[in-house]
T-cell receptor, first 113, second 107 residues
Framework: GAVVSQHPSWVICKSGTSVKIECRSL??????MFWYRQFPKQSLMLMATSNEGSKATYEQGVEKDKFLINHASLTLSTLTVTSAHPEDSSFYICSALNLAGKYFGPGTRLTVL | RKEVEQDPGPFNVPEGATVAFNCTYSNSASQSFFWYRQDCRKEPKLLMSVYSSGNEDGRFTAQLNRASQYISLLIRDSKLSDSATYLC????????FGPGTRLSVLP
């Protein structure tokens, strides 16, 4: 099946720093990618839809100035968590869409101290 | 009412059992339906799409009832490796995930 990668797979940072997470579709082009957040024992929550060449569409309650999304190419979307705080600690997962379906990256575990 | 609802679980079944998961959705304009499987601390993986006529993949059978806005997943002859959380996903204007149903297959 299609492959989506994320980098880094886990990151620990100090409160107040910014963290960038990359999502790449390795063997297909994705005009649309999605960013999710998952807290322990909860389902995925869509944060935003990343569209190549245009602004991301954010879900209600998600601060666009805190979670910066850049979809610079058909194979790469980045999520930057700015001025991270401990409550931002979570599992961040991206997915990319092709005709066959939606494929997920392996996720990035962010821990903010 | 939530957009996508699933059996709350958890389901604890012995190996070899048949288990069925139910999912209901509220948006009648929904177009596509999927079942995903998520192992603990891992990303969800597409298990199967759900077609209007119903479809089968090995031990897994998916059914769709548009009139009742209901989807099901049947797992026959369950294996220990089937233990996971099963997510119902509905696509209308966006992909909406159900809360998931946890399955534990016991030896």
């Amino acid at each position: 099946g299609a492959v989506v990668s994320q980098h880094p797979s886990w990151v620990i940072c100090k409160s107040g720093t910014s963290v960038k997470i990359e999502c790449r579709s390795l063997d297909f082009q994705a005009t649309t990618m999605f960013w999710y957040r998952q807290f322990p024992k909860q389902s995925l929550m869509l944060m935003a839809t990343s569209n190549e060449g245009s602004k991301a569409t954010y879900e209600q309650g998600v601060e666009k100035d805190k979670f910066l999304i850049n979809h610079a190419s058909l194979t790469l979307s980045t999520l930057t968590v700015t001025s991270a705080h401990p409550e931002d600690s979570s599992f961040y997962i991206c997915s990319a869409l092709n005709l066959a379906g939606k494929y997920f990256g392996p996720g990035t575990r962010l821990t903010v101290l | 009412r939530k957009e996508v609802e699933q059996d709350p679980g958890p389901f604890n079944v012995p190996e070899g059992a048949t288990v069925a998961f139910n999912c209901t959705y509220s948006n009648s304009a929904s177009q596509s339906f999927f079942w995903y499987r998520q192992d603990c601390r891992k990303e969800p993986k597409l298990l199967m799409s759900v077609y209007s006529s119903g479809n089968e993949d090995g031990r897994f059978t998916a059914q769709l009832n548009r009139a009742s806005q209901y989807i099901s997943l049947l797992i026959r002859d369950s294996k220990l490796s089937d233990s996971a959380t099963y997510l119902c996903v509905v696509y209308g204007q966006n992909f909406v995930f159900g809360p998931g149903t946890r399955l534990s297959v016991l030896p």
